[in-house]
């Protein structure tokens, strides 16, 4: 589970909707909206991105929903999951100073026992109100786990399907475009977490863009990285750090060693919503194939589906864009972070 040694004293406050960080303030309003959907006690990749995403101001955030992760998973086996990762991500917030707690809503601790019957979680009722506000700016919900809370918004309510795009990281690799890697998990982690609810979302009929299993490993970045261009940034880099260390020094202590690499696979959720192309609007430095949308089996397996909706699958995501994106913004948060009055009064 991701740690939560105590938040510290935070001196600068702002609110989402603002940057006060940025000497050069923002051109233009935000272009979506992204509902954020995470196992924030698992992972710490998932920090990243929520992170990297609360500091992109070309999207307004309305939500930030804490999912569960399995009752036996190696991360948080205590069952109460969506709960630590709501607790996390106020914690978060805590470091950032960010005041915007309002928009963290707990899910559901426990995956669907059936492919009919809801998980009742405050996120269900808060996803289907934003989803039928109206507001003309595209919508996306993007999710670094498992789907529960968002099948059983649409189990509660089918009609936000069509008002939302989900970008999800998670999925085994289709036929033709990747093979497992070594020694695969039988079913791809994030699936796992709820295989029922991915069958309930893909066969909704919400449009989705995945970024399956070969596609988020290739977010890797390198030790040196993180130490140079996170750590050094200050508190909340730092913070960021440790906590793969945690994760490495635990992995390499049962395994004679790691790599010196990590993979920072929710990322993309950041890259494919908030770093769009300002002409003809899409992730064009991305690249994705068009398909029929599959079932998803009992086994995580695929098997397709006569007139089934397109649905986008990456292929290659642009981590250059992503990462530099992310390590510029680190850097001039924690400028902003141990000088406030300085920059502010510049953004002024």
């Known amino acids: 589970m991701t740690r939560i040694p105590g938040t510290p004293a935070v001196s600068s406050k702002w609110h989402l909707g603002e940057t006060p960080w940025q000497v050069i303030p923002p051109a233009s309003p935000p272009h979506a ?43 948080d086996p205590s069952g109460r999951g969506a709960e630590n990762a709501e607790t996390v991500a106020r914690d978060l917030f805590g470091r950032m100073g960010l005041a915007s707690t309002d928009r963290i809503v707990r ?13 009742p979680a405050p996120a269900v009722d808060a996803i289907i109100a934003e989803a039928l506000r109206d507001d003309e700016r595209t919508l996306f919900y993007v999710a670094g786990g498992g789907l529960t809370d968002l099948a059983s918004a649409l ?10 795009t989900l970008i999800w990281i998670g999925g085994a690799e289709h036929d033709g475009l990747a093979v497992p890697p070594p020694n695969a998990m039988p079913v791809e ?13 893909f066969a909704s ?26 750590a050094a940034t200050g508190p909340l880099g730092r913070y960021l750090y440790d906590e793969i260390v945690a994760v490495t020094g635990l992995v390499g202590s049962h395994m004679g060693g790691v790599s ?27 690249r994705h194939v068009t398909m029929p949308t599959p079932a998803i089996d009992d086994d995580g397996g695929y098997h397709p589906v006569e007139g089934a909706r397109p649905m986008r699958v990456y292929t290659w995501v642009d981590t250059r864009l ?27």
């Open 33 to 75: 909206r992204v509902i954020i959907d995470n196992d924030f006690a698992g992972d710490p990749d998932d920090l990243y991105q929520l992170v990297h995403h609360l500091l992109s101001p070309s999207v307004q955030i309305p939500l930030v929903v804490a999912s569960h992760l399995r009752p036996d998973d190696p991360f």
């Open 260 to 286: 010196e690499s990590y993979a920072l696979g929710d990322s993309p959720l950041v890259l494919l919503t908030a770093l769009q192309s300002v002409f003809e609007p899409d992730p064009s430095s991305s």
């Open 322 to 348: 992503m990462f530099e994106d992310m390590y510029l913004k680190l850097a001039e948060f924690g400028r902003w972070q141990d000088a406030p009055g300085e920059v502010s009064k510049e953004a002024r």
């Open 205 to 230: 009929g919400i449009t989705i863009w995945q970024i399956p299993r070969d596609v988020y490993r290739q977010c890797l970045v390198s030790d040196a990285e993180l130490r140079m261009r996170v």
């Open 155 to 164: 189990l509660t309510e089918p009609r936000i399907a069509e008002r939302m």
């Open 107 to 119: 899910g559901s601790n426990d995956a669907l026992t059936e492919s009919t019957i809801p998980q």
């Open 189 to 201: 982690y994030n699936l796992l977490i709820d295989v029922t609810a991915g069958q309930v979302v």
